[in-house]
């Protein structure tokens, strides 16, 4: 079983296809989902315990044969289409049965092991419900979320939402910790934005240099809130 915890919009970003870019960028948002099942037992870590989760970073679009419209239909198939906004389902933590199935690439020292919540045939999402004696499906009381639950919109942004996406410091390579931010940050449609405008008003010290690609904006700033 799991629970999605995350939905968080990136902006817009330009993809490749076959080594090539594409012509228009692309609105991403970035989905995830805690695991939580006697298959994917928590996990005690330096910060206490955790469970298994899964994200998944997609197109945001509401084409028919995209895979994020896929998905939200499949997510709000489970609760009878009472959703507007898969925002909502994370607001209310909703829980779901899940399938976790794998794919590698690469080859050799370079290969990669990838848990995924689809396959050819689309995703594996069910309603959080098993099977009982009387060969009936019924609910499953899923326990909570480990994590506190994130939603940003990027057009629509909070100064809360925006201060929970923060995490201090680096990686041991050296890489930046709020990647995040940082990739919302490079979005070519954030100069401008109402993200923009909302920092712009925010007395707080400036980001990390967000990646190569951010646009320029008349002031940029992030909030020092910890995860």
């Not at 998944?56 to 679009?61: E, G, K, Q, T």
């Not at 594996?124 to 506190?148: F, G, K, S, W």
């Not at 809360?160 to 919302?184: C, M, P």
Request: glycine fraction near 6%; proline fraction near 6%.
């Amino acid at each position: 079983y799991a629970r999605v915890v995350e939905y968080i919009e990136l902006g817009a970003h330009f993809a490749t296809y076959q080594g090539k870019p594409k012509p228009k960028p692309e609105h991403r948002v970035r989905i995830t989902f805690e695991l939580i099942s006697k298959k994917w037992p928590a996990i005690e870590g330096e910060n206490g315990t955790y469970h298994h989760r899964i994200s998944v970073r997609l197109n945001l679009s509401t084409n028919e044969r995209a895979r994020f419209f896929k998905l939200f239909r499949a997510m709000n198939d489970c609760y009878g289409n009472k959703y507007k906004h898969m925002a909502q389902m994370v607001a209310d933590n909703a829980a779901f049965k899940v399938k976790v199935v794998h794919s590698s690439s690469g080859e050799g020292d370079k290969k990669r092991t990838y848990a995924n919540l689809d396959n050819e045939n689309g995703w594996l999402i069910y309603p959080a419900t098993r099977t009982n004696e009387e060969d009936e499906e019924i609910p499953v009381n899923v326990p909570d979320a480990n994590i506190p639950t994130r939603i940003f919109l990027f057009n629509k942004p909070r100064a809360e939402d925006w201060a929970k996406l923060h995490v201090e410091g680096t990686r041991e390579d050296g890489s930046s910790r709020n990647w995040l931010q940082e990739t919302i940050l490079s979005a070519v449609n954030f100069p401008g934005s109402p993200l923009d405008a909302m920092l712009a008003d925010l007395d707080t010290p400036e980001p990390a240099e967000a990646p190569k690609g951010a646009g320029k904006s008349t002031k940029t700033a992030t909030t020092n809130a910890k995860e």
